[in-house]
C-alpha cells in the first residue's frame, strides 16, 4: 500500500516561515518523481514545486525565490521550505509522487499565513 504523509502546515505570520516534509513508503522512493501542489480557498489545484528522481527542480513563478524543495532519498522524504510567506500562500499543500505512470497523494496540509 502507498502512503505519502505530509506534516508542518500551521499557522504563520506574513514574512515567517514553515517547513513541510513529506515521508513515502510503498515505492521505490528513490525512482519517484515528487511534488508539492497546493489548493488556495476556492481556487483550483496548482502545482508549486517538483524535484525529479535525479534531484532536478521547478518552482512555479509565484514562489520561485521563496520556496526550496529536496529530497533524501534515505529516508524516503520530500521536504519544501518555504520562506517570506505571504497570504496568498495559504492553502492546503498536498505532497504528489509520481511512480510507474500512476499518480499517488497525501492528504494534505493546511497552510495559513495570517497577521
Known amino acids: 500500500q502507498v502512503q505519502l504523509v505530509e506534516s508542518g502546515g500551521g499557522l504563520v505570520q506574513p514574512e515567517g516561515s514553515l517547513r513541510l516534509s513529506c515521508v513515502v513508503s510503498?515505492?521505490?522512493?528513490?525512482?519517484?518523481?515528487m511534488n508539492w501542489y497546493r489548493q488556495p480557498p476556492e481556487q483550483q489545484r496548482q502545482l508549486v514545486a517538483s524535484?525529479?528522481?535525479?534531484?532536478?527542480?521547478n518552482f512555479s513563478e509565484s514562489v520561485k525565490g521563496r520556496f526550496i524543495i529536496s529530497r533524501d532519498n534515505a529516508k524516503n522524504t520530500v521536504v519544501l521550505q518555504m520562506n517570506s510567506l505571504k497570504p496568498e500562500d495559504t492553502a492546503i499543500y498536498y505532497c504528489?509522487?509520481?511512480?510507474?505512470?500512476?499518480?499517488?497523494w497525501g492528504q494534505g496540509t493546511r497552510v495559513s499565513v495570517s497577521s
Open positions: 504528489n509522487a509520481r511512480f510507474a505512470f500512476l499518480n499517488y
Open positions: 510503498g515505492i521505490d522512493f528513490r525512482l519517484a518523481d
Open positions: 524535484i525529479t528522481n535525479t534531484g532536478d527542480t
